[in-house]
Nanobody, 119 residues
Framework: QLNESGGGSVQAGGSLRLSCALS????????MGWFRQAPGKEREAVAH???????IYEDSVKDRFTISKDNAKKILYLQMNSLKPEDTAMYYC???????????????WGQGTQVTVSS
């Protein structure tokens, strides 16, 4: 089970940190990441940590967003800085799938947390 938190409304240039708590599984070995979907747009991968530790970012968030894991607490984070209005979307935590397979609907998905960035 995945439980996201940390969404909200901020002005452009602001920051938010999303958290995703994973219960009932071997957290440290999971590939995990964040997807987002804005109204009228396709779902897109934002950031992903693979089981081997490699990290992939979507181009538009590189140098602004940072994904990390706390294996002891079983929490996945997404630190979002220099937020832009185009970052406005529902953000979903995913686990147990690669960036590609998550995008195809596999793995476990959280319920989502809304991020709204105003100009």
């Amino acid at each position: 089970q995945l439980n996201e938190s940390g969404g909200g409304s901020v002005q452009a240039g602001g920051s938010l940190r999303l958290s995703c708590a994973l219960s009932g599984s071997t957290f440290s070995t999971y590939s995990m990441g964040w997807f987002r979907q804005a109204p009228g747009k396709e779902r897109e991968a934002v950031a992903h940590i693979n089981s081997d530790g490699t990290i992939i970012y979507e181009d538009s968030v590189k140098d602004r967003f940072t994904i990390s894991k706390d294996n002891a607490k079983k929490i996945l984070y997404l630190q979002m800085n220099s937020l832009k209005p185009e970052d406005t979307a529902m953000y979903y935590c995913v686990a147990g799938c690669t960036r590609r397979t998550c995008g195809n609907g596999f793995g476990a998905w959280g319920q989502g947390t809304q991020v709204t960035v105003s100009s």
